[in-house]
């Protein structure tokens, strides 16, 4: 549990560097791409740390390897935790983005945009400040797996 949120932390520092230095810097489509799959495996890891936590709990026999049956195992896990949802939804929203067919907008500026291609046709562009917003949210969810997780320690207390 403590290693996987460890492994999610060490994630979040490679995002805050890309988004912080090379965004800065280059102003590339395949460093917004760099970032978004840096916050997918971030939040990954903190899935797996919940998870964990859960079957600590006796709550969850087994953790599946697939990233979708985590989802629905989390889900169905923590029904109530509607904060927890939010981050599943935009866990699932990040990985059809790093799947879908893209296009590049304004590279090497200021407002450099990635243009991607989702669900039935759905076009979405994430700038510097959406990633930014990403980023954001990803930070708040670390904060949100470290409360999760330290209620255990508080309980056995």
């Known amino acids: 549990m403590k290693e996987a949120f460890d492994l999610a932390v060490q994630e979040l520092k490679r995002v805050d560097h890309l988004f912080w230095v090379s965004l800065k810097y280059t102003r590339t489509v395949d460093v917004i791409k ?3 799959d840096r916050i ?3 939040l990954g890891y903190g899935f797996e ?8 709990k006796k709550l969850v026999t087994n953790i599946p390897e697939n990233a979708g ?3 629905e195992l989390l889900r169905k896990t923590f029904p109530d935790n509607a904060e927890l949802i939010d981050y599943i ?4 929203l990040l990985r059809k983005l790093s799947k879908a067919e893209y296009t590049k907008k304004e590279e090497f500026r200021r407002h450099v945009a990635m243009i991607a291609t989702i669900d039935k046709g ?3 562009e994430i700038s510097i400040d959406v990633l930014k917003e990403y ?3 990803t930070r708040n969810y670390l904060s949100f797996v470290k409360r999760t997780i ?4 508080e309980e056995q207390e």
């Open 150 to 153: 330290n209620e255990e320690k």
């Open 122 to 124: 759905e076009i979405i």
């Open 135 to 137: 980023y954001e949210k």
């Open 40 to 42: 997918i495996s971030c």
């Open 49 to 56: 740390s919940l998870l964990k936590y859960a079957q600590d």
């Open 69 to 71: 049956l985590r989802c």
């Open 34 to 36: 760099h970032v978004i």
């Open 89 to 92: 939804n935009f866990y699932t």
